[in-house]
């Protein structure tokens, strides 16, 4: 069965840096993208970015460009999203989810929280 | 501040149907598909409608979607205790060039 299972939380410093993973497993990982999400604590999800897999051409939405970095590990079926110069306003839940071919995300990881706090 | 308008909550009682709408624009609703996210606590959002209307495998049909325009509404027709939770909408915004959510609505069983 298809699995996303992401790292675990995380507590950082203000100005520190995070990397949180993302394996799958259950299914071939090169034939579907991989979105990453933020939900802020009691607010919506929002849309950080997604990679092709195939390609490993990564996107970001606007609002996360520069200090949000998307990769893969196809060698190990694994994404990652690394966040730089960590804010307060960064601490969320982060999730990652495949994007089905029908263009929504079909299957989603447990989430890890980033905390950010001195 | 969210690209696309709901309504904070919704209520109805066991067996009543609720919907929930959700406002856009010419750029994310008007030009592409709407899914539906629900979302209970201390889990992963969850697809209940994708695509407008359609219901993924093992979503009851009590769950139904339409769009209309540049708006679009999710109907839970014969409320279960087990629906009280948060929705979500979204879409790719064409302008935007990513996926945008809604702000949520609760949905309360009374």
């Known amino acids: 069965q298809v699995q996303l299972v992401q790292s675990g939380s995380e507590l950082k410093k203000p100005g520190a840096s995070v990397k949180v993973s993302c394996k799958a497993s259950?299914?071939?990982?090169?034939?579907?993208?991989m979105n990453w999400v933020r939900q802020a604590p009691g607010q919506g999800p929002e849309w950080v970015g997604w990679?092709?897999?195939?390609?490993?051409?990564?996107t970001n939405a606007q609002a996360f460009t520069g200090r949000f970095v998307i990769s893969l590990d196809t060698s190990v079926s694994t994404s990652y999203l690394q966040i730089s110069s960590l804010k307060a306003e960064d601490t969320a839940i982060y999730y990652c989810a495949r994007e089905s071919p029908a263009g929504y995300a079909d299957f989603w990881g447990q989430g890890t929280l980033v905390t950010v706090s001195s | 501040q969210s690209v696309l308008t709901q309504a904070p909550s919704a209520s109805g009682t066991p067996g009543q149907r609720v919907t929930i709408s959700c406002s856009g624009a010419s750029s994310n609703i008007g030009s592409n598909a709407v899914n539906w996210y629900q979302q209970l606590p201390g889990t992963a959002p969850k697809v209940v409608i994708h695509n407008n209307n359609q219901r993924p495998s093992g979503v009851p049909d009590r769950f139904s979607g339409s769009k209309s325009g540049t708006s679009a509404s999710l109907a839970i027709s014969g409320l279960q205790s087990e629906d009280e939770t948060y929705y979500y909408c979204s879409a790719w915004d064409n302008s935007l060039h990513a996926y945008v959510f809604g702000p949520g609505t609760k949905v309360t069983v009374l």
């Open positions: 990679i092709n897999t195939h390609t490993e051409n990564p």
């Open positions: 259950g299914y071939s990982f090169r034939t579907y993208a």
